[in-house]
């Protein structure tokens, strides 16, 4: 069985890793036009779910976790990803600093995630995040762009636009991807526009504040035909700051807005933010069991929620754990929107077809 990833093997591994794959996999897909390419990644995904249904598992379609590209054990997470019934992942790569200080402006993992393993992954565009989104915004959108032409992306990653240092790095002391970018500034506009002229969804990692909210719904409003993702539905950090946020108000903008889509990374019960020492993963109840009115939305509108697992580069060995929470909020819901939400929903949105 594949080490963990405390012992995980440098990117040069995985890629040389690659070798005894046939020659049409190692050769890419770009040689195929686009639309083969991926014709042929959404029949192995199909065929991928399938087989996990006739197996007795429910599986999902993780559509946001993360990784650091530069030491990553790919081999242990499709072992993990059989082990325990996950159907798909959308693995984004979140280069780092020193990449970007020796000049990488993009980070080519989703091109060899398909090359390997096209059956488990989505390629999906790299993370959006401080110094690549701030400090070379233009080298990073047009390496995007050009990354679309070579490997058929069907999501783009996880841009950081309002962001408060997650838990474990609150408790390090790490500030720096407490990052504040106006929504509605350039680099907004730049998100909005590339995703609705590619036709590729884009997660968007937006805290949720009263200050914040119209400023979103008007380039919800600008930009009809882009695909956006609001990552950790009801992921509040500071309810004071969150007074006009309810599942009422996200049914409202489910109505206003056919393109606007949540995700389900959030975390359990008990979770707690150390900034404000609140629970904030607000759909559940306070010992567990979704609250009446998120279970009612989701229920109500099951194809605008979408799973997800939110694993990052700190956390990547925690798949199993996260799988386990991430199925106990599934339990909760009703059998058919548990398959809606597990996987129909992100098929929908990729694919623009419904899961056959």
């Not at 091109?111 to 233009?138: C, K, M, S, V």
């Not at 959108?141 to 609150?170: C, D, M, W």
């Not at 109505?255 to 959030?266: E, G, I, M, Q, S």
Request: glycine share 8%; with cysteine.
């Amino acid at each position: 069985m594949p080490v963990p990833p405390s012992e995980s093997m440098s990117r040069r591994t995985f890629v040389s890793g690659a070798a005894f794959f046939p020659l049409f996999f190692r050769l890419g897909w770009v040689e195929a036009s686009g639309q083969d390419a991926a014709a042929r990644l959404k029949l192995g995904y199909q065929n991928r779910l399938k087989a996990l249904l006739s197996a007795g598992h429910l599986p999902y379609i993780d559509i946001e976790s993360s990784c650091n590209p530069t030491k990553i054990n790919i081999p242990w997470i499709v072992a993990q990803m059989d082990e325990l019934g996950i159907g798909l992942m959308a693995l984004s790569a979140d280069p780092t600093r020193s990449q970007f200080e020796h000049g990488t402006r993009y980070d080519s993992l989703a091109g060899e995630l398909i090359t390997t393993y096209p059956d488990y992954f989505i390629p999906t565009g790299n993370g959006g995040q401080p110094p690549y989104l701030t400090e070379a915004t233009n080298d990073f959108f047009n390496a995007t762009i050009e990354e679309a032409k070579r490997v058929p992306l069907f999501l783009l990653g996880e841009y950081e636009i309002r962001h408060y240092p997650s838990p474990r790095q609150f408790k390090r002391g790490e500030t720096d991807r407490d990052v504040t970018i106006p929504i509605d500034g350039p680099i907004g506009h730049r998100i909005f526009a590339l995703s609705q002229e590619l036709g590729i969804p884009f997660q968007l990692h937006y805290e949720i504040e009263n200050d914040l909210l119209v400023p979103l719904e008007k380039m919800l409003a600008g930009y009809p035909r882009a695909k956006m993702i609001w990552c950790h539905l009801a992921q509040v950090r500071y309810s004071e700051r969150a007074s006009d946020y309810s599942a009422d108000y996200v049914e409202g903008l489910i109505k206003r807005f056919p393109n606007l889509y949540f995700d389900t990374a959030f975390g359990d019960a008990q979770s707690v933010y150390p900034g404000s020492n609140q629970r904030h993963a607000r759909v559940w109840k306070m010992f567990g069991g979704l609250r009446e009115e998120w279970l009612e939305l989701m229920v109500s509108y099951p194809g605008r929620f979408l799973s997800a697992l939110d694993l990052g580069g700190d956390r990547i060995n925690q798949l199993p754990e996260y799988d386990r929470k991430h199925r106990d909020f599934l339990s909760y819901l009703p059998r058919d929107v548990q398959h809606q939400i597990a996987y129909r929903s992100a098929w929908k949105l990729l694919f623009q077809d419904d899961f056959s």
